[in-house]
Nanobody
Framework: VQLQASGGGLVQPGGSLRLSCAAS????????MGWYRQAPGKEREMVASITSGSVTNYADSVKGRFTISRDSAGNTVYLQMNSLKPEDTAVYYC????????WGQGTLVTVSS
C-alpha cells in the first residue's frame, strides 16, 4: 500500500489549495488519517487528523482556516486550506494508520506574493 499526495503548489497569501492523499493497492479502510508539515529549519508538526468516525483535530495555527475530510471508502484524505499565510509554507506529508503508520511522499506548499 502506498500513499500518493498531490495538490501542492505556489499560491498567494489569502489564497486556497486542496491537498489530496490517496492510497493505492489498499483493500481496507484506514483508522486515523491526516497531515503533518515541515517548514525549512523546523521540526515536523501535526496539522490535522481525522478518525474513521470523522472526528477531527487541528493544530491551533490552522483552526478555522483548514478543513480535513476523508472519502467514504476510508482510503483518501483531503486537506482544504483557505486563507493561506506565508507561515503555512512547508512540505506537507499525509499519513494513514492501520496496524502501523504509513506515510506519503511530501507535497510542497509555497505561500508567497
Amino acid at each position: 500500500v502506498q500513499l500518493q499526495a498531490s495538490g501542492g503548489g505556489l499560491v498567494q497569501p489569502g489564497g486556497s489549495l486542496r491537498l489530496s492523499c490517496a492510497a493505492s493497492g489498499s483493500i481496507f479502510s484506514f483508522n486515523d488519517m491526516g497531515w503533518y508539515r515541515q517548514a525549512p529549519g523546523k521540526e515536523r508538526e501535526m496539522v490535522a487528523s481525522i478518525t474513521s468516525g470523522s472526528v477531527t483535530n487541528y493544530a491551533d495555527s490552522v483552526k478555522g482556516r483548514f478543513t480535513i475530510s476523508r472519502d467514504s471508502a476510508g482510503n483518501t484524505v483531503y486537506l482544504q486550506m483557505n486563507s493561506l499565510k506565508p507561515e503555512d509554507t512547508a512540505v506537507y506529508y499525509c499519513f494513514a494508520d492501520r496496524y502501523w503508520r504509513r506515510w506519503g511522499q511530501g507535497t510542497l506548499v509555497t505561500v508567497s506574493s
